[in-house]
């Protein structure tokens, strides 16, 4: 899945020209559903569930940075084979936090769904939506998430300080890293602007339950004539043994996908060090990954 792996602020580059807008306001605007409101009801996900919505699973320290390995692969895949979907038709719809905007940033969907089971990953979603809002650049926004980490480290993390957090989460580095959203003032506009355009839902989902919603977003795109783009998973399978569950990620997973949806999903091949992120395309490329056995290696 993702732990947090991100120079301290002394490492920041001075903003150009094109960084240098208007500062935001400081008072950050809190974002909630309407009362007693489960199913949106107007906007471009109306059908859909409702964002921001609490689960009964809350980590002891949620995943919100990616560990894996092969994150600039997946994305010079992603340029290596371009979508063959209308621009104004693609979707991307992806678990974990941090790779996703990544790929939103680099792909430009027209839409695009972060899901999570944890009620602290929620927060953060939410929290950067509120932050996405008033943040004019990315260096505002990277000055009002820290600043976010710092005020919710104890809660988030079971931290004292930030100081702390910045041991392994220390967003200013991401201003620097090839490949981030947050590594140029294009790609984090291509973000900011989706979602102030209301096409970036964050939803509290259950990759090996919630049948239902797997078939509302299905039916979502089918009537809206919009086709799943790209698909990121982390490594949520190594999380699930049970054979029965992998069948329902199966099955969900493909619900939504099509024979031109670029599949992400990451894994363990030898069972040791960091997942690393493997490509594929088309809705019969989705499986779960076939690993060496420990069996096999002590035989070898």
């Known amino acids: 899945m993702a732990d947090p792996i991100f120079p301290t602020k002394r490492h920041l580059p001075e903003p150009s020209d094109q960084d240098k807008t208007v500062p935001s306001p400081k008072k950050i605007p809190k974002e909630s559903p309407k009362e007693n409101e489960t199913v949106l009801t107007e906007g471009p996900f109306k059908g859909l569930p409702v ?3 609490n689960s009964d699973y809350q980590s002891s320290m949620p995943y919100i940075s990616c560990n894996e390995e092969g994150q600039d692969t997946s994305l010079g895949f992603m340029k290596n084979y371009p979508s063959s979907i ?3 038709k693609r979707v991307h719809i992806g678990f974990g936090v941090w790779f996703n905007f990544d790929l939103i940033g680099s792909t430009k969907p027209a839409y695009a769904i972060l899901c999570d089971i944890d009620n602290h990953v929620i927060d953060v979603y939410k929290a950067i939506s509120e932050r996405l809002t008033v ?4 260096f ?3 000055e009002y998430f820290r600043e976010y980490l710092m005020n919710n480290s104890e809660k988030l993390f079971g931290l004292d300080t930030l100081s702390e957090v910045e041991k392994i989460f220390t967003i200013e580095n991401e201003a620097n890293r090839p490949g981030s959203w947050l590594s140029s003032e294009q790609s984090y506009q291509v973000v900011r602007q989706l979602h102030s355009k209301r096409k970036i839902l964050f ?3 259950n990759i090996t339950d919630d049948r239902a919603v797997f078939m509302q977003i299905a039916k979502w795109m089918n009537e809206n004539k919009l086709e799943l783009d790209t698909l990121y ?5 190594e999380w699930i043994p049970q054979k029965l569950k992998q069948q329902a ?3 969900n997973l493909r619900t939504i996908s099509s024979a031109n949806t670029r599949f992400i999903q990451a894994h363990k091949p030898e069972n040791k060090g960091s997942p690393i992120q493997f490509c594929s395309i088309g809705v019969n490329s989705i499986q779960v990954p076939v690993k060496k056995s420990r069996k096999y290696e002590r035989e070898k």
């Open 135 to 138: 943040s004019p650049n990315r």
């Open 233 to 237: 998973v982390a490594n949520i399978i």
């Open 51 to 53: 964002p921001f919505q």
């Open 203 to 205: 939803l509290r989902l």
């Open 140 to 142: 505002k926004f990277i």
């Open 86 to 88: 209308p621009p104004d």
């Open 249 to 251: 990620y199966l099955e």
